[in-house]
């Protein structure tokens, strides 16, 4: 869902980051496109993006605002809370993350983590050029065949379409959603139990994120997808544990030996050494930022690394180096 199969997407997609990254384009508008290569393979096996801000005059954020509404009469001595959905708009949106895709082989290894928590230190390292806010858009539970049935039982209804053919549109232009979708509350409890219970939930595949973001400090806003009901989580920027924690620091004349590193990637304690995500950039702009995951030690404003991670990150004796948890 989040990579089509359309080459001529791609090829947007990747023009896009190229301008963002060499600050070729709106601000507002960047979408930085990361990718995660094995080494010394040099294989791609996974992607993920931000977008500096989710939610602009022509293309807003449109979501579902979740809402209790209750309901009590005295005469019957009965008492309701009835869950509705009301239809907003963003029009200058908060940063976004999202479109991570892991190749299957390597999501037993906590790669997925690696490639989410760059993106954290990627917002620390340039934090000028993003919101004050940060929101994930999880996926929910999907048909095998990617049909939504959440959609099927309401938005098919006011628009005719497919959820696909809904969702592929709506990258393009919103306007149907504003012409189309009541502007009133709709309210749940008039959906069959079996899908009023999908709204605001995790599909399976995604449960593991929806742990990683709230373990970073992440919460469900009460705000779901107006096309399948996925849930928002959303962040305070600055407080989101890889950002709050990430640290400038120059690269040390001293070196990890091969012997710690192998056993800090193996997770295993070695006093004075931790296992950390480590990340690098020009200092007037993001165009060639890298990060990689090593065995550290940092000595006052110093971080000692491996002679395999300088090689990775392309970094020297004195070269400034960004260092966050994992």
């Known amino acids: 869902m989040n990579i089509p199969h359309d080459r001529a997407y791609l090829k947007a997609k ?89 190749h299957p082989d390597y999501r037993a290894f906590g790669w997925g983590r690696c490639l989410s928590f760059g993106r954290f230190l990627f917002i620390a390292m340039y934090r000028d050029r993003f919101q004050s806010n940060v929101i994930a858009e999880l996926m929910p539970p999907l048909e095998a065949d990617g049909r939504s049935l959440l959609w099927e039982h309401l938005g098919r209804h006011f628009t005719g379409l497919g959820y696909q053919e809904a969702d592929k549109l709506s990258h393009k232009n919103k306007e149907f959603i504003y012409a189309l979708f009541p502007q009133t509350p709709l309210y749940a409890s008039l959906l069959p139990d079996e899908i009023r219970c999908m709204i605001g939930e995790v599909g399976p595949e995604t449960r593991g994120v929806r742990r990683m973001l709230e373990d ?51 997770r295993k304690v070695v006093p004075g050494f931790e296992r950390r995500l480590i990340g690098v950039g020009d200092h007037d702009g993001p165009t060639r930022f890298r990060a990689a995951v090593g065995a550290v030690a940092v000595e006052g404003g110093y971080v000692v690394l491996s002679k395999e991670t300088r090689a990775m990150l392309k970094v020297h004796e004195g070269d400034d180096a960004w260092v966050t948890v994992l």
């Open 216 to 266: 970073v400090g992440f919460r469900y806003s009460h705000r779901i997808d107006p096309f399948d009901g996925g849930p928002h989580f959303e962040a305070d920027t600055d407080r989101i544990t890889p950002v709050q924690e990430a640290r400038r620091l120059r690269v040390s004349s001293k070196d990890v030996s091969t012997d710690v590193e192998d056993q800090i990637l193996q």
């Open 14 to 102: 990747i023009r896009t980051a190229r301008a963002s990254f060499t600050g070729r384009n709106d601000p507002a508008r960047r979408h930085y496109m990361f990718v995660l290569e094995t080494v010394p393979e040099k294989q791609l096996v996974g992607t993920c993006t931000i977008y500096a801000q989710h939610g602009h005059p022509e293309t807003p954020h449109v979501f579902f605002d979740v809402i209790d509404d209750e309901r009590y009469s005295s005469t019957l001595n009965r008492h309701f809370s009835h869950l509705t959905l009301r239809l907003g708009f963003n029009y200058r949106g908060p940063t976004e993350i999202g479109a991570l895709v892991l």
